[in-house]
């Protein structure tokens, strides 16, 4: 989780900071970080580009047009790289949205790690079905300084 949180400091998404980290056997695949498109003014450049919503129980949702979350641009780094998935692990500072944990599902990575939930109530009816386990790391508490 420490590179996790360390990929996403380079984040060009004032919102919030999401790294993803692509594992298998222990060895790093891809990473990606939540951002525009490569060749593309990122939000901390030009702004956000907000859209409303309502999710299906009706509670309002702001997402943004501009920025592609981190897991897709992890599976998408692996991708353009050539470096298969299916079978992986993900590290992720926060659970997956819903539309990232869909395509989670169908790349085949096996396991989704995550340390801060996210709108964890939109994940439970794929949870209920998909092959594919989700969960929560918890960070070690700092250690307290010495009396």
């Given at each position: 989780?420490?590179?996790?949180?360390?990929?996403?400091?380079?984040?060009?998404?004032p919102?919030?900071?999401v790294?993803a980290?692509?594992?298998?056997?222990?060895?790093?695949l891809?990473t990606g970080?939540?951002?525009a498109p490569a060749?593309?003014?990122h939000?901390?450049?030009?702004?956000c580009l907000?859209?409303?919503s309502?999710a299906?129980g009706?509670?309002?949702?702001?997402?943004?047009?501009?920025s592609?979350?981190?897991?897709?641009?992890a599976?998408?780094?692996?991708a353009?790289n050539?470096?298969?998935?299916?079978g992986a692990d993900?590290?992720?500072t926060?659970?997956?949205?819903?539309?990232?944990?869909k395509?989670?599902v169908n790349?085949?990575v096996?396991t989704?790690?995550y340390?801060q939930?996210?709108k964890m109530e939109?994940?439970?009816w794929?949870l209920?079905?998909?092959?594919?386990d989700?969960?929560?790391i918890?960070?070690?508490?700092p250690?307290e300084?010495?009396?």
């Amino acid at each position: 989780m420490t590179i996790t949180r360390q990929v996403a400091e380079r984040s060009t998404c004032p919102r919030a900071k999401v790294g993803a980290v692509i594992v298998r056997d222990r060895n790093i695949l891809a990473t990606g970080y939540n951002g525009a498109p490569a060749g593309v003014p990122h939000c901390t450049e030009v702004g956000c580009l907000i859209y409303e919503s309502r999710a299906p129980g009706g509670e309002l949702e702001t997402n943004c047009y501009r920025s592609i979350h981190a897991e897709i641009n992890a599976i998408t780094q692996a991708a353009k790289n050539g470096a298969a998935i299916a079978g992986a692990d993900i590290y992720v500072t926060h659970s997956p949205c819903i539309q990232c944990m869909k395509v989670l599902v169908n790349t085949g990575v096996r396991t989704v790690f995550y340390e801060q939930p996210y709108k964890m109530e939109t994940l439970k009816w794929l949870l209920q079905t998909a092959r594919i386990d989700l969960i929560q790391i918890i960070p070690p508490a700092p250690d307290e300084a010495p009396a």
